[in-house]
């Protein structure tokens, strides 16, 4: 069993649709980060949380650690949103983090 | 933008010769991985360091080595590359545990 787990795994919407990425884990955690990967491209990181909610811009990242779940939402989703979203816990040793396999997000116009 | 840098950014090479990436960064983080990104995987780790001189394995790490001689630079080698080693590698930095990560874009190496 991963420890990780992200749903769906692929995603398509229309542009201007609210979207929703889920996160589970199942190991102890001190924070989660939300990573955004373009096709062809680097990971950037958009969120870090440990508890409560943050939100940047059109993303939102939630985290309720009892339940050991996240969820990113981007409200009002545009063709730029299309990427790769990677959930990642700080759960190993030395810093490590542990990843989700991926969702791949694509808004059609 | 985190000042972390990967070369080369893509590589082709034949089966059984050694391969060595390069990651350096200008932040003087102290943690350093290298990591691979397979289809169907999620990023998995082949080896950290938590200083200079300091490494250890990830949960990925046979069939490669690394160095980390200066703050700076993390090395990843590949002794003998096999075609199970085509993947797309990164590297990522950390000033500390709990803190926000950056990565590498990324290099694409292909074993013919």
């Known amino acids: 069993k991963n420890e990780v787990e992200q749903s769906p795994q692929n995603l398509t919407a229309q542009e201007g649709e609210f979207i929703t990425i889920n996160c589970s884990y199942s190991?102890?955690?001190?924070?989660l980060h939300w990573l955004q990967q373009h096709p062809g491209g680097g990971i950037v990181s958009l969120f870090m949380l440990s508890s409560g909610k943050k939100k940047h811009g059109r993303l939102i990242a939630t985290i309720n650690i009892q339940e050991k779940h996240s969820s990113l939402h981007i409200t009002a989703s545009h063709p730029r949103d299309s990427a790769v979203y990677i959930c990642?816990?700080?759960?190993?040793?030395?810093?490590?983090?542990?990843f989700g396999k991926g969702t791949k997000l694509s808004v059609k116009p | 933008d985190a000042g972390i840098t990967q070369s080369p950014r893509h590589k082709v090479t034949e089966t059984g010769t050694p391969v060595t990436l390069r990651c350096h960064q200008t932040e003087n983080h102290r943690y350093m991985y290298w990591y691979r990104q397979d289809p169907g995987h999620g990023l998995r780790l082949i080896h950290y360091s938590y200083g200079v001189k300091d490494t250890d394995k990830g949960e990925v790490s046979d069939g490669y080595s690394v160095s980390r001689s200066k703050t700076e630079d993390f090395l990843l080698t590949l002794e003998s590359a096999t075609s199970s080693q085509t993947s797309v590698y990164f590297c990522a930095i950390r000033p500390g545990g709990g803190t926000e990560a950056f990565f590498g874009q990324g290099t694409r190496l292909t074993v013919v």
């Open positions: 990642a816990v700080d759960g190993g040793s030395q810093g490590n983090l542990i």
């Open positions: 190991v102890g955690i001190s924070a």
